[in-house]
């Protein structure tokens, strides 16, 4: 799987930005996938995950009540939509797969087999 993230930009403070991330090949249904970030000079962090058919999605709290991350499975893509956002959520946006079997999802980035190239998220005060 071949992951592409897009989307990311500069945005001032209380702004939204929709972040996809289109994935290759013909089983993205069989795919968990997640989104991290990692802001200069710290560690890449977990920012939200959901379910290869959609049914199940978690939120770093951070990000809770302001971030949704959805799926298209039928377009091979998964969405990070970034509401009311602030300067502390400047950082570069990962996308990434892992296989699963089930509905379960990923929270910790060595449960992901594919990863993206990543997109610039900045958000000014």
């Known amino acids: 799987v071949q992951l592409q993230a897009s989307g990311g930009g500069l945005v001032q403070a209380g702004g939204s930005l929709t972040l996809p991330c289109a994935a290759s090949?013909?089983?993205?249904?069989?795919?968990?996938m997640g989104w991290f970030r990692q802001a200069p000079g710290k560690e890449r962090e977990f920012v939200a995950a959901?379910?290869?058919?959609?049914?199940?999605?978690y939120y770093a709290d951070s990000v809770k009540g302001r971030f949704t991350i959805s799926r298209d499975n039928a377009k091979n893509t998964v969405y990070l939509r970034m509401n009311s956002l602030k300067p502390e959520d400047t950082a570069v946006y990962y996308c990434?797969?892992?296989?699963?079997?089930?509905?379960?999802?990923?929270?910790?980035?060595?449960?992901?087999?594919?990863w993206g190239q990543g997109t610039q998220v900045t958000v000014s005060s």
């Open positions: 090949g013909r089983t993205f249904s069989s795919y968990a």
């Open positions: 990434a797969a892992g296989r699963v079997h089930s509905e379960r999802i990923y929270l910790t980035s060595h449960e992901y087999d594919y």
């Open positions: 959901i379910s290869r058919s959609g049914v199940r999605t």
